[in-house]
T-cell receptor, first 114, second 111 residues
């Protein structure tokens, strides 16, 4: 596809379970970002990948959150022992590089922890 | 730490009016500023990207300006239409780092 693709679009999980959220960036984009957006708020940064490596993971809230991008394309955001406070929309973005290039966002994954 | 503020938080205007949304940021050393549109339950759609060396960008009925020295950007929407109703977000980027977002302005255009 031409845009950033995120799956699933919706995920409902029970408190304490493990979840994985997937992001497929625009082909050729080396920079990939994960954000989290709570209702009525702007997106908050979680982690930034340049290629395969996490260049900045300062936004990850705690060690239950982890993300990988093993081949420099698809990325997976992993959340262990989910809590109700993790409920939010998780957005992924990619850009041609990590500099001044335009960022393009996916449709997001709405995570609900019950 | 970069902080981005958008005013107003919500705006409701009649169809056909021209309007301005405001964005301010605290650190003027930015790479660029990007305006996005977000429809309810959807992701972000990029509207305009202004590089730090630019003063404005235009796309159709939209015009965005950037004044780095004062830490301000405006998004001007001409001849508003009901389909323009959405939340508008501005975000700034510094270096090879993340975008920092404002809280957004929720815009309603009344037919």
């Amino acid at each position: 596809g031409a845009g950033v693709s995120q799956t699933p679009s919706n995920k409902v999980t029970e408190k304490g379970k493990y979840v994985e959220l997937r992001c497929d960036p625009i082909s050729g984009h080396t920079a990939l970002y994960w954000y989290r957006q709570s209702l009525g708020q702007g997106p908050e940064f979680l982690i930034y990948f340049q290629g395969t490596g996490a260049a900045d993971d300062s936004g990850l809230p705690n060690d239950r959150f982890f993300a990988v991008r093993p081949e420099g394309s698809v990325s997976t955001l992993k959340i262990q022992r989910t809590e109700r406070g993790d409920s939010a929309v998780y957005l992924c973005a990619s850009s041609l590089d990590g500099g001044p290039a335009e960022a393009f966002f996916g449709q997001g994954t709405r995570l609900t922890v019950v | 730490k970069q902080e981005v503020t958008q005013i107003p938080a919500a705006l409701s205007v009649p169809e056909g009016e021209n309007l301005v949304l405001n964005c301010s940021f605290t650190d003027s050393a930015i790479y660029n500023l990007q305006w996005f549109r977000q429809d309810p339950g959807k992701g972000l759609t990029s509207l305009l990207l202004i590089q730090s060396s630019q003063r404005e960008q235009t796309s159709g009925r939209l015009n965005a300006s950037l004044d780095k020295s004062s830490g301000r950007s405006t998004l001007y929407i001409a001849a508003s239409q009901p389909g323009d109703s959405a939340t508008y977000l501005c975000a700034v980027k510094k270096g090879a780092q993340k975008l920092v977002f404002g809280q957004g302005t929720r815009l309603t255009i009344n037919p």
